[in-house]
């Protein structure tokens, strides 16, 4: 049955989440998830801003055929409908462990943060913007990360949980990005979003026994438009061959590969219980994805991070426990808190320096970016 009001349904974002806001009575509040929400820490999903105006003087000429024909994809909206429930949703909160239920609400709404997180930039930069291109893209990414938050949202709902967008949108703290970081950070994060949601969903056709909650059988056409928000970043980037050519940009790109690399890291290993349900081993989780990310991320960046060398998996480890010690610290407080957390702090940050001085693997970039989602 068709239901024009639900988020899976609208065509750009202000829809859906007027479609979710409507589905939240009065009665449903949920300090707790918006709480966890507002959260700003190194490991939580930010939200950002940027310089709109240089962003909208972006001239996509140089690879208008490849525009042109990602951007008729997108209208042309395949998943128009998709990101709703249907008689395959056969959710049992009440069948799960209370441990892992913790985790994986967890997981959920650090998931729907990082979709808002993405809406709300796309969202922003159409409304500020006036270069038609631009604003095309902006708006079809923004109409694809609301229904993704929206339809996080519908599975939380049932556990009597939901975060509340409209009330994030407003009160989390913004942090700012030039433009080209933004480019670096969002093409990243968009095709290791592509790399986690389809591994776990290939994982699961493996082993559909351990497909604890339906949301994992619409993995599939979910990292499919997050692999083509990645083509549209890994297009902005080639319009501008300095933004992956020029010394400083490669130090800044080696930065921002490390980082979420090693973010991704410390926070899966956070959540051993979620994993353990799915049956997937967190550590061999976190290297397949590196590796299908740097496979693709091939298509702009000229190097990838050897994430075979022997200083790579212990310091990972080692940022990970400098991250619990930091949040011990933090919850402890007082002097001996203080310590505790500096201390934390600087292992991360040797931790860190050692993963980043690893020597990268140079090659060739095609002149062409594009690709198909391939795993
Ligand atoms: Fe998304
Ligand atoms: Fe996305």
Same mark, same amino acid.
């Given at each position: ?6 988020? %899976? ?36 999903? =930010? ?19 490849? &525009? $042109?024909?990602?951007? +008729? ?33 967890? /997981?959920?709404?650090?998931?729907? *943060? ?8 796309? #969202? @922003? ?7 038609? $291109? ?27 949980? =939901? ?9 989390? #703290? ?5 433009? #080209? /970081?933004?480019?670096? +950070? ?12 389809? *591994? ?10 351990? =497909? ?8 599939? @056409? &979910? ?17 501008? !061959?300095?933004? *992956? ?19 991704? &890291? ?9 994993? @353990? %349900? ?5 550590? &061999?989780?976190?290297?397949?994805? /590196? =590796? ?24 990972? $480890? ?16 007082? /002097? ?16 860190? +320096?050692?993963?980043?001085?690893? !020597? ?16």
């Amino acid at each position: 049955m068709n239901n024009p009001k639900h988020s %899976a349904f609208a065509d750009t974002a202000e829809e859906a989440i007027a479609a979710q806001d409507a589905l939240d009575g009065p009665e449903m509040t949920s300090e707790m998830a918006t709480e966890v929400a507002m959260q700003n820490t190194l490991l939580t999903p =930010r939200f950002y801003t940027t310089d709109f105006a240089e962003m909208d003087a972006i001239d996509v000429t140089p690879v208008r055929k490849d &525009w $042109d024909a990602l951007i +008729a994809r997108m209208k042309a909206d395949p998943n128009k409908g998709h990101f709703r429930k249907n008689d395959e949703w056969q959710a049992n909160w009440e069948g799960m462990e209370p441990a892992l239920k913790a985790e994986f609400i967890d /997981f959920l709404i650090s998931s729907c *943060t990082a979709e808002f997180s993405g809406c709300v930039l796309y #969202k @922003e930069m159409k409304r500020r913007g006036s270069n038609t $291109d631009i604003t095309t893209l902006f708006q079809l990414m923004a109409r694809d990360e609301a229904r993704h938050a929206g339809f996080i949202n519908d599975a939380l709902r049932e556990a009597g949980i =939901r975060v509340n967008l409209g009330f994030l949108t407003q009160q989390k #703290k913004y942090t700012y990005f030039r433009p #080209k /970081f933004i480019y670096y +950070a969002t093409y990243l994060s968009e095709k290791i979003g592509y790399a986690r949601y389809i *591994t776990i969903f290939r994982h699961l056709e493996k082993h559909p026994d351990k =497909r604890f909650h339906p949301i994992f059988l619409w993995f599939r @056409e &979910w990292c499919n438009d997050e692999f083509s928000h990645g083509e549209a970043f890994a297009l902005l980037l080639k319009t501008d !061959p300095a933004l *992956t050519t020029s010394r400083m940009n490669k130090i800044w790109i080696k930065f921002f590969l490390t980082a979420v690399y090693s973010t991704m &890291w410390v926070r899966d290993h956070q959540r051993p219980l979620f994993h @353990e %349900a799915l049956g997937v081993d967190v550590t &061999w989780y976190g290297q397949e994805v /590196f =590796r299908k990310t740097s496979e693709i991320s091939k298509q702009v960046f000229p190097f990838t991070l050897d994430i075979d060398h022997p200083r790579w998996r212990p310091n990972l $480890d080692r940022m990970e426990r400098a991250s619990v010690q930091v949040a011990k610290g933090k919850a402890r407080g007082g /002097f001996g808190g203080t310590v505790q957390r500096l201390g934390g702090m600087a292992r991360a940050a040797a931790a860190f +320096a050692a993963i980043y001085t690893i !020597p990268a693997i140079h090659h060739t970039v095609p002149d062409s970016p594009v690709m198909e989602p391939a795993y």
